[in-house]
């Protein structure tokens, strides 16, 4: 990028911090390039771009008009990128049909078009993750319906001998609400907390390619440690509380039958 024409040309070059990362230029306080004739230019580092500003300034390299012509070839009088404004909002996609007849070499792009590509991709990079949490949701709902099917032979042995030994058919089902209650419970706090180191202290390695793209400059993702009961709240009603119920259905379907009938048939 190449300040405005007013700015002073120093000869010295202002970097982000991926850019000086990558290319190492801690020590040297200098950048190389190769121009357009192939010549080696090297370019002074006056400064570099502090970390609170990452997020638009890691992969930018500000030089002097004088210096990126140098580099890029590009003759006096002439510019890669030009930016018009339009008084008239709606007129924006007449003026950039005008200029692409006018100049059919040249690429014109409205700012519409760029907010277009820009939530096309945030789109595809929430389904990408909706993909992966319907697979969770998916699994979660298997081994649910599963423990609603019926128990093992294990778990209808325990609950033939309670009978057998005097146990009312409520206190059969208390015991069993509490233990699904606790496992439920376990798993949902395990859950919260591994999340929880997961999403802020290992910064997201699972996702995180999915979330700020494959850019090799993007600045690191450090995100502020929040946590919303209400989500807590939804998460917890739609998995600890079907989990609890539904693990009464089988043991009560077992603990009405005859305890005999039960351990003979195991």
């Known amino acids: 990028m190449v300040p405005p024409t007013d700015a ?12 000086s990362r990558t290319r190492d230029t801690g020590a040297r306080d200098e950048m190389v390039f ?34 990126f012509r140098r580099i890029t070839g590009i003759p006096e009088g002439f510019a890669t990128d030009l930016a018009v404004s339009v008084r008239n909002p709606a007129e924006t996609a007449t003026i950039a049909e005008k200029i692409s007849r006018r100049l059919p070499d ?3 792009v409205t700012r519409t078009q760029m907010q277009s590509t820009y939530e096309t991709i945030f789109d595809w990079r929430s389904g990408y993750v909706l993909v992966i949490y319907s697979a969770a949701i998916l699994a979660f709902l298997i081994f649910t319906l599963d423990k609603a099917t019926g128990l093992s032979a294990e778990e209808r042995g325990e609950i033939a001998v309670l009978k057998a030994v005097g146990w009312d058919t409520a206190d059969v089902l208390l015991l069993k609400f509490w233990e699904g209650a606790a496992v439920s419970l376990a798993a949902f706090g395990i859950g919260v907390i591994g999340a929880y180191l997961h999403v802020f202290q290992a910064v997201v390695p699972l996702f995180a390619h999915a979330l700020k793209g494959w850019s090799v400059l993007y600045p690191p993702l450090r995100l502020a440690p929040a946590v919303s009961a209400y989500q807590l709240a939804v998460i917890f009603a739609f998995t600890v509380m079907p989990y609890t119920l539904i693990t009464i259905v089988p043991a009560w379907h077992t603990a009405v039958t005859d305890p005999d009938t039960v351990l003979r048939n195991g």
């Open 8 to 19: 002073p040309d120093d000869g010295r070059a202002k970097i982000g911090s991926e850019v």
């Open 106 to 108: 040249c690429r014109s």
């Open 34 to 67: 190769q121009a357009a004739d192939g010549k080696v230019l090297t370019v002074p580092v006056a400064e570099r771009f502090e970390s609170a500003s990452a997020l638009a300034t890691a992969d930018l390299i500000v030089l002097s008009e004088t210096t």
